[in-house]
């Protein structure tokens, strides 16, 4: 049983460029959250797709958007890299929208530069 | 001042020792409490959920919960080099609501 997949692993970009981050829920889970997560602090929250929905949404400004799939699948994109987004960005998975059980894939490392 | 506090640490401890690690929050209306464990360059892992007061007992591992004093711990009994990883809290009003975590705390057990 896959759990939750994250690509790329690392991504260098530059200042003003775009990223699209991408992310596979754990199987039989429907609802996807994506966090940001800077060294040496605990992940902040940037928001949960559900039924292809966005559902909630953290402090993040709208350079921040995503997406889900018909098959759970999301994609976080971030326009108009600023060098602050540098961080570890997480998805995570649940089923139902509950966020008390989450399941996290590695990461994926965001340098900008 | 942040919602939940936890102390960065590292805390380093001789193997088979016992670990407390502790989180402080403000908001009162925080019911659902989880420990999530991170290792190096992976996502967190979850090891404890507690809804509500009181204590919850896992193998190696207690969650306790004083919603009184707004004060969550985790101990970890008899420790072992694998269990050095980054300990983060997390808690939340409702079980749909996002998560609002801790900075954790950087935990290091030597041989």
């Known amino acids: 049983d896959a759990g939750v997949t994250q690509s790329p692993t690392h991504l260098i970009k530059t200042r003003g460029q775009q990223v699209t981050l991408r992310c596979s829920p754990k199987?039989?889970?429907?609802?996807v959250s994506w966090y940001q997560q800077a060294l040496g602090q605990g992940p902040q929250f940037i928001f949960q797709?559900?039924?292809?929905?966005?559902?909630q949404r953290g402090n993040f400004p709208d350079r921040f958007s995503g997406h889900q799939f018909p098959n759970y699948s999301s994609e976080l994109n971030v326009n108009a890299l600023l060098l602050g987004d540098s961080a570890l960005y997480l998805c995570a998975s649940s089923f139902g929208r509950v966020n008390e059980k989450l399941f996290f894939g590695s990461g994926t490392q965001l340098s900008v530069l | 001042q942040k919602e939940v506090e936890q102390d960065p640490g590292p805390l380093s401890v001789p193997e088979g020792a016992i670990v407390s690690l502790n989180c402080t929050y403000s908001n009162s209306a925080f019911q659902y409490f989880m420990w999530y464990r991170q290792y190096s360059r992976k996502g967190p892992e979850l090891l404890m959920y507690t809804y509500s007061s009181g204590n919850k007992e896992d193998g190696r591992f207690t969650a306790q919960v004083d919603k009184s004093s707004k004060y969550i711990s985790l101990f970890i009994r008899d420790s072992q080099p694998s269990d050095s990883a980054t300990y983060l809290c997390?808690?939340?009003?409702?079980?749909?609501?996002?998560?609002?975590w801790g900075a954790g705390t950087k935990l290091i057990i030597k041989p």
């Open positions: 199987s039989g889970h429907d609802t």
């Open positions: 797709y559900y039924e292809e929905e966005e559902r």
């Open positions: 997390a808690m939340s009003a409702n079980r749909n609501y996002q998560l609002i």
